[in-house]
């Protein structure tokens, strides 16, 4: 990740600058320099200093259409700042290649001082259309002025919150160890995604496994995952696995909770029927999980 090597070049300095642009963007979507002199408390010369500097390393987006010259940060600027605060914390101190991408996020291993790996997830989402709005609603609410910076800080926000709700029953899910904006710090299974073996050796085993975790997280938590299927859950070769993608889970009580949930099993049941031909009832699964 080309943006982590810029970590050494940078101040402090340079990271309150871009902090307060981060502060003045809530209201905004540029800050001007005058409101950047206010939230960083520098004064004017030092601001100007690392404006410059911070620009020349691709990190900021200027706008000048307007009387007031503005900025704004870009996605590299808020890497940086997440990123900065994990090394601050000692939560993370090296940064490995990337181990997934999907619409929404790209996910990459990392380590800490006492060799722990670790996933890194960076939520993404805007990457592709900011019409995609509508799909996040429940999300970002009825706020109005909007960053996809801010929708993607939000969005880690409520996966790790899932994380550490279902973490507690100590089930086949990731271990939430730390967030910072949009980044999520999590265990690691060194896998695969389900929908990218060929063949596994016990499907049936592995396929009661699945639906009794989504049962009883189901029946603990009231929660549902809402986006199930085989590309979201992760197998090592001891076929120990992990249910991520947390991030469009919904409660029991959700108008559309029966549909997404019967969804939810339909995947799985037609994915191993499919690929493994394991015989299941849908219908008589669902039925046990509304069994109180």
Not at 25 to 38: E, G
Not at 85 to 109: C, H, R
Not at 181 to 208: C, D
Not at 245 to 272: G, M, V
Request: proline fraction near 2%; charge should be positive; glycine fraction near 4%.
């Amino acid at each position: 990740m080309e943006v982590a090597n810029l970590l050494p070049n940078l101040e402090k300095e340079d990271f309150r600058v871009l902090m307060a642009i981060e502060i003045g963007m809530k209201r905004s979507k540029y800050v001007t320099i005058n409101n950047l002199k206010f939230y960083s408390r520098y004064k004017m010369e030092e601001v100007l200093f690392r404006l410059n500097k911070v620009h020349k390393l691709d990190l900021l987006i200027r706008d000048s259409s307007k009387n007031e010259i503005g900025y704004t940060l870009n996605s590299k600027a808020y890497d940086l700042l997440a990123l900065h605060a994990l090394v601050e914390k000692n939560i993370i101190s090296q940064l490995g290649p990337i181990i997934g991408k999907g619409k929404e996020s790209d996910v990459y291993s990392c380590m800490d001082d006492h060799q722990n790996i670790y996933a890194l997830k960076f939520y993404r989402m805007g990457r592709a259309s900011f019409r995609n709005i509508r799909k996040y609603r429940d999300i970002v609410g009825e706020r109005g002025h909007l960053s996809w910076l801010y929708v993607n800080r939000l969005a880690a926000k409520r996966e790790f919150e899932a994380l550490n709700k279902i973490y507690n029953l100590r089930l086949n899910t990731p271990k939430p160890i730390s967030l910072n904006r949009h980044i999520i710090v999590m265990s690691y299974l060194r896998g695969k995604e389900l929908a990218f073996y060929k063949e596994i050796k016990n499907p049936t085993k592995i396929f009661n496994k699945i639906i009794k975790q989504v049962k009883i997280i189901y029946q603990k938590t009231g929660m549902i995952h809402g986006d199930l299927s085989e590309f979201n859950i992760v197998l090592d070769e001891k076929e120990k696995f992990l249910i991520i993608d947390w991030l469009q889970w919904i409660p029991s009580d959700h108008p559309n909770a029966k549909s997404l949930l019967e969804r939810d099993i339909t995947n799985i049941c037609r994915y191993f029927k499919k690929k493994y031909n394991v015989e299941s009832d849908v219908r008589e699964i669902l039925r046990i999980f509304y069994k109180k």
